[in-house]
């Protein structure tokens, strides 16, 4: 029996892009069916042009619990989570969105919780909380606590909470009211294309929600579990990662103001980091600082490209 009447609105979308990743996916998609309250959401998965077997695995997982709950598969073929996630928004129907990664596994009261505080809380426009590792292989020594934001590990404490300045919400566990993509949906030429490692795009979107002053909420209540595979726990992924992240700064800067700023950011993050280097003694905190230098390289290479290209046009 389907979820759904014709014409009816759900009281939440909630929105998993996928890609190439088919049997975290379906561990993520059978991690929904015990969710209290689940009639109240309609389910959107955006293949983004996934080589694997994911259209099958979703379309097998609809034959065998689309009568358990309502959802729908989407192919979109232009490649990039931003367009994924566009997609998503664009084909949702209701006023509530929220977004789950394809390797995260909410708790079973993740829908009451967003309905509930959003009901609640009329004049806040989003909301996030907390994100536990579920580490494939043993957390390395290193990871100390100043690289758990790069692997989407958020612990705000136990208290609701606006977000602390610099900080907002994660991906894999996010919810906003759908009137914030009036002012903007996601930015096509930031967040993951395929393998690549750029982000930036939530940034960009909640900097534009703090600009305008709206309320951005942390609830500990609003808790997933998130996978962490073996082959990002090493010391070459996590300086690749801030290598695009400085990429990924350099590409939200914009005009001769922005370049300015940035280029005075990173000149004052070079000495912090230089004196820090001195002072550190233990293997997480030299890596950091090398992971530090390797954003700063990201971002002056991208800042040099750009004058290159205005050159050459």
């Known amino acids: 029996m389907p979820m759904f009447v014709h ?10 892009c996928t890609y190439n990743r088919s049997a975290l996916l379906v561990k993520t998609l059978h991690s929904l069916l015990p969710l209290e ?26 034959e065998t619990y689309g009568a358990d709950m309502d959802i729908r598969y989407l192919l979109e073929p232009v490649q990039g989570l931003s367009a994924a996630r566009n997609t998503g928004i664009l084909a ?38 907390k994100i536990a590792p579920i580490f494939e292989s043993k957390r390395p020594d290193w ?7 790069p692997y989407t590990i958020v612990d705000l ?29 996601f930015p096509l030429e930031l ?9 930036g795009e939530e940034t960009w979107l909640f900097s534009q ?36 992240q400085g990429i990924s700064n350099a590409m939200k800067s914009e005009g001769m103001k922005g370049h300015l700023l940035l280029l005075g950011k990173t000149g004052a993050k070079v000495i912090y980091i230089l004196a ?10 030299k890596l950091l600082n090398k992971c530090r230098l390797e954003s700063i390289r990201g971002t002056l290479h991208m800042i040099l490209n750009r004058k290159r290209e205005s050159a050459a046009g």
């Open 7 to 16: 014409g009816a609105v759900p009281e939440i979308s909630i929105i998993i």
């Open 37 to 62: 309250n689940l009639h109240q959401a309609e389910i959107i998965v955006v293949d983004n042009q996934s080589t694997d077997d994911t259209a099958a695995a979703i379309k097998g997982f609809i």
């Open 92 to 129: 949702s129907k209701s006023q509530l969105i929220a977004f789950l990664d394809d390797d995260a596994i909410p708790c079973r009261t993740w829908i009451t919780t967003i309905v509930n505080t959003f009901a609640d809380k009329p004049e806040v426009m989003a909301m996030g909380g």
């Open 276 to 285: 820090d280097s001195i002072l550190s003694r233990s293997k997480g905190r």
């Open 191 to 199: 967040g993951r294309k395929g393998d690549s490692l750029l982000s």
């Open 209 to 244: 929600l703090q600009e305008e002053g709206h309320s951005i909420l942390y609830h500990p209540e609003m808790a997933v579990d998130h996978f962490v595979p073996a082959n990002r726990l090493t010391e070459d992924w996590i300086m690749k990662r801030y290598y695009s």
């Open 157 to 185: 404490g136990n208290r609701i909470k606006e977000y602390p300045k610099r900080l907002h919400p994660c991906g894999a566990n996010m919810a906003m009211r759908k009137p914030v993509f009036d002012i903007s949906l």
């Open 143 to 149: 990871l100390i606590k100043p690289f758990e934001l």
